[in-house]
Nanobody
Framework: EVQLVESGGGLVQAGGSLRLSCAAS????????IGWFRQAPGKEREAVAVIIGGGSTIYADSVKDRFTISRDNAKNTVYLQMNSLKPEDTAVYYC?????????WGKGTLVTVSS
């Protein structure tokens, strides 16, 4: 069974940092891209960053130069290091993977950035 479990969210002041983790299980982790998405209150879910199996990365313009996505294939974990956080980064952050044509999501972790 494919599972994605996020952790690391919390409350932080503007300008602060958080590191989110996404622990994956149930599939050959190295072979698949994993992405971070977020959904703010009253807004649609949006892509934040994606990392493919080989390590290439893609970022949304809104988080470039502030967020870094990385993966540890030995631990089946993807990280999202978030620096210089802004109140507009407040959202539930979700981990996503498409495995053999099926879309899988974690339950999310809440990040709240106070001004």
């Amino acid at each position: 069974e494919v599972q994605l479990v996020e952790s690391g969210g919390g409350l932080v002041q503007a300008g602060g940092s958080l590191r989110l983790s996404c622990a994956a299980s149930g599939f050959t982790f190295d072979d698949y891209a994993i992405g971070w998405f977020r959904q703010a209150p009253g807004k649609e879910r949006e892509a934040v960053a994606v990392i493919i199996g080989g390590g290439s990365t893609i970022y949304a313009d809104s988080v470039k130069d502030r967020f870094t996505i990385s993966r540890d294939n030995a631990k089946n974990t993807v990280y999202l290091q978030m620096n210089s956080l802004k109140p507009e980064d407040t959202a539930v952050y979700y981990c996503n993977g498409e495995v053999e044509g099926m879309d899988y999501w974690g339950k999310g972790t809440l990040v709240t950035v106070s001004s």
